[in-house]
Every structure is written in structure tokens, then in C-alpha cells.
């Protein structure tokens, strides 16, 4: 099937629509879904997700306990690259929104393969099983073709020494990590390119807040924090993020799948960028911590220094970040302070080993950091 797929029309992603979220059990992934049956017009959710140390079912449980959401609800553990699963699930749906991934830098520099396994594969059979029910639609066989949104990262960008990205700059991943989420962002575009399926992209800047697993930097010095222990801060801490709260990146994703135009990508910046350095001392400052507890540990590899997006383009289509950094910082410290269990068990499995051979180095070539310089 080749062509325009035509505007979005509400049949696929409106009220009732039946929407397929991949990853859904994850820190981003999870939010999305609870806002989505929230909203309480009849969508219904089916969730796939292979449960990586990242997914939990608890992050669901919200919806799970709720009977009216519950009904329009599923849950199926599985990999989106297992075509014998993923495919039926697409069959199913008005719309696939991927948001399943690998999704720690840090990771991906000790062991890359599970990345491009999920972020290229997993993407090539998701878009497969995408064509196949658009041939379908074609055949009259069903109403519409699904819309495919891919939930991307400003990473693809690679680092920015100045000025901001736009939609239209080159791809330049610098980490095994961002380049597995280029590399499904290119096969997203040939499928739209090549097949004419309806495909959107969305490019999130770096997010925070609750069911966050642990090992980035907001919920590991949080949490860290709380618990007296070390916080790893890598180099001079002197690099720039753009925080986006949980909350408007799953808006902002919503957004898009309902109003993107077919085979756009669309930033989503969260407008608040700052040095690690200027987050840590906010941490501190909301866990009621000081300095003497921060080590300088040697640098990530290949640390991209900042990364700074321009949120014109989703702007011009009506959509802007609500929650402001000084409101979501410290309502995050506030959630993880009151969720010990929900730490404690992120914090589990291979949690230990995974640290030790992450920070067991580096903090034992750590030193002091003078807060005030
Ligand atoms: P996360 O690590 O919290 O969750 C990822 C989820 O995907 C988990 O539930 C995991 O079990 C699931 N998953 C992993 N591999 C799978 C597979 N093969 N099949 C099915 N499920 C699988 O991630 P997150 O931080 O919520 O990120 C979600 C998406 O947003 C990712 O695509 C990521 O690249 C993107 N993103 C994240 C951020 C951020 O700051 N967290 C910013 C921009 C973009
Ligand atoms: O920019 C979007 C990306 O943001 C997402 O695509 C990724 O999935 C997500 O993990 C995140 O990537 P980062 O590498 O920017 O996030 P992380 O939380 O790992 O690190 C944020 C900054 O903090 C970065 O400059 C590295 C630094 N850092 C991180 C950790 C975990 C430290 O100094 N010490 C640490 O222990």
C-alpha cells in the first residue's frame, strides 16, 4: 500500500479509539496510559510490555483498581520484536504508540545489543505488522490503516554547543543508545516514505518525576540522598539537560498522535534547561542534604555536554509543557520520599550488581565537591 494515508481522522485516535501502547509499564510509558483511560471517553489501552528490570506492573496498578478503567484495559507481557506477538496486537488497534525501549545512556555503554534488538528490530516488526494491517485497510478487509507514533529523544540530535534544535537538523547520535533511537526513527520514516504509513514522531527532552526507575539522575540522587548515601555527580557536573515533567511529555505525546501530521517529527522540549550541577543543588536543597555528600566520579564516555531542543513547531500546533521545574522538582522528592516500597523493589534484582559495576570505580576514585565554586 503507497500513498497519502489523509488527515487524522477521529475513528483512529478520537474518543473509542482502541490504542495499542508498547512499554506502557514504564516511567513515561505509564503515565501516558493513566491519562489516556482517565479521560474517561471510551478509549480502550492494551498494553504490551516485555517487563525489563525497567517495567513494573505496579505503575499500573492505579488503573488496574479503578473497575471503569479496568474495562477498557489489557495487560500482555511480551517484546515487540516477537512478530508472533506484536502482530495480532497491532491487528487490534486504531493506533500504535511505541514507547518501549532501552533507555539508560549508562547502560547502553556497558552492554548496547539489547539496544538495538528492541530500538531496531522491535521497531522493524512493529512497522511490519503496521503495513500488513494498512494492506488490509487498502483490501477494504478494515475501516482505516493503524497511525504509528514513535516516541523518540532529543538525543538523536547529538550535542548542541549552541543555539537550539529544530525538527529539521541532522541526526547525530553520540551514544550506542541515542543511536538505536536514530536508527528506528530512519526506518519509521522510510515505512512512511516507502509504504505511505501514517507515522508520527515525537523528540522528548530529558523527563522527571514519579515511577522513574532509579538509575537516572534525578530519582538516583533523590533517593540516594534520602538514604544519606554517595551521589556520583560525572566530570565537572557543568553539562546542560532541558527538564520535561513525566506529565507533559505523556501530554505531549497524546497531542501528537491526535493532531501530528503524517510523517513529522515534533519536538517536545520541556523549556527548563540547567546544569547538573544547578539540579543537584535543588535536590539537595528539597532532600535537606548538603554538599559533602556529592562526588566527583570520572566522566560518562563520550558524555554529550547539553542538549537543548526548540518547541516551536508543536507550539504552533497548540501544545506547551504546563508544569514548571520549581513545582515539579520538589513534588517528585515528595513522591519518592513517600514510596519506600515502590524504591525498594526498583532497587531489587540485579540492581546491586548493576551499580557496583557502574559506580564501584568511580567512587572509589571519587572526590569531594566544594558546592560554592
Ligand atoms: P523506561 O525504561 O522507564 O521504560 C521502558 C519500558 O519499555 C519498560 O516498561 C520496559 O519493560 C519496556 N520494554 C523494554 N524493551 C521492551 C521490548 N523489547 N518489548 C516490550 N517492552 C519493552 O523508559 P522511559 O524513560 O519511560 O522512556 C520511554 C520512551 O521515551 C523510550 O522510547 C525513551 O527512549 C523515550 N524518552 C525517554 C526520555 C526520558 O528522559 N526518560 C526522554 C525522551 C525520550
Ligand atoms: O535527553 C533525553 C534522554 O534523557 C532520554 O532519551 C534518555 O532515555 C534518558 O535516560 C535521559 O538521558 P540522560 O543521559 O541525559 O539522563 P541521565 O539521567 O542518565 O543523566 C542526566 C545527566 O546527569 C547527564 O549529564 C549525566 C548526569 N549523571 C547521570 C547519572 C545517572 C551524573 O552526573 N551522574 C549519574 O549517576
Known amino acids: 500500500m503507497t500513498g ?22 514504564g516511567f513515561i510509558g505509564s503515565e501516558l496510559v493513566r491519562q489516556l483511560l482517565a479521560r474517561r471517553d471510551g478509549t480502550r489501552v492494551t498494553v504490551l510490555d516485555k ?16 473497575p471503569e478503567q479496568a474495562a477498557r484495559f ?17 491487528a487490534e488497534a486504531d493506533a500504535v504508540v511505541n514507547v518501549a525501549a532501552e533507555t539508560h545512556v549508562d547502560r547502553s555503554i556497558l552492554d548496547p545489543e539489547a539496544f538495538l534488538r528492541t530500538g531496531v528490530i522491535g521497531v522493524h516488526v512493529l512497522l511490519e505488522a503496521v503495513r500488513a494491517e494498512a494492506d488490509r485497510a487498502a483490501r477494504g478487509e478494515r ?48 515505512y512512511h516514505v516507502t509504504f505511505g504509513l501514517d507515522v508520527v514522531i515525537t523528540r522528548g527532552s530529558n523527563t522527571y518525576g514519579p515511577h522513574q ?22 566530570g565537572d557536573g557543568m553539562q546542560v539537560r532541558d527538564w520535561l515533567h513525566v506529565s507533559d511529555h505523556a501530554a505531549g505525546i497524546d497531542f501528537v498522535l ?47 555536554r547539553r542538549y537543548a531542543m526548540d518547541g516551536a513547531k508543536l507550539a504552533a500546533l497548540g501544545w506547551t509543557p504546563a508544569t514548571s521545574f520549581e513545582v515539579g522538582l520538589p513534588a517528585t522528592v515528595a513522591w519518592y520520599r513517600e514510596h519506600a516500597d515502590w524504591v525498594a523493589s526498583a532497587k531489587s534484582g540485579d540492581w546491586d550488581a548493576y551499580y557496583a559495576r557502574q559506580y564501584g570505580d568511580r567512587l572509589a576514585a571519587g572526590r569531594a565537591v566544594d558546592g560554592t565554586a
Open 258 to 304: 491526535r493532531h501530528g501530521a503524517a510523517g513529522e517529527a515534533y519536538n517536545i522540549a520541556g523549556g527548563t534547561e540547567l546544569p547538573n550541577r544547578e539540579v543537584i543543588a535543588r535536590l539537595l536543597a528539597a532532600t535537606g542534604r548538603d554538599w559533602s555528600l556529592v562526588r566527583t566520579v570520572p566522566d560518562r564516555p563520550g558524555h554529550d
Open 74 to 90: 489489557a495487560f500482555v507481557q511480551g517484546d515487540i520484536a516477537d512478530a508472533a506477538v506484536a502482530a495480532p496486537l497491532v
Open 213 to 234: 526507575h532509579p538509575e537516572k539522575l534525578i530519582p538516583l540522587f533523590t533517593t540516594n540522598a534520602l538514604a544519606g548515601e554517595p551521589l556520583p555527580m560525572y
Open 143 to 190: 475501516a482505516h490503516a493503524p497511525r504509528y507514533l514513535q516516541v523518540s529523544t532529543d538525543e538523536v540530535y547529538g550535542e548542541v554547543a549552541e543555539g537550539r534544535s529544530v525538527e529539521t537538523d541532522p541526526l547525530a547520535p553520540r551514544s550506542p543508545y541515542a543511536a538505536a533511537k536514530a536508527a528506528g526513527e530512519l526506518l519509521v520514516h522510510a
Open 51 to 66: 517487563l525489563t528490570y525497567a517495567g513494573n506492573r505496579a505503575n499500573l496498578a492505579a488503573v488496574e483498581a479503578d
Open 4 to 25: 497519502d494515508p489523509g488527515p487524522v481522522d477521529p475513528g483512529r485516535v478520537g474518543p473509542g479509539a482502541r490504542l495499542l501502547v508498547t512499554g506502557g509499564a
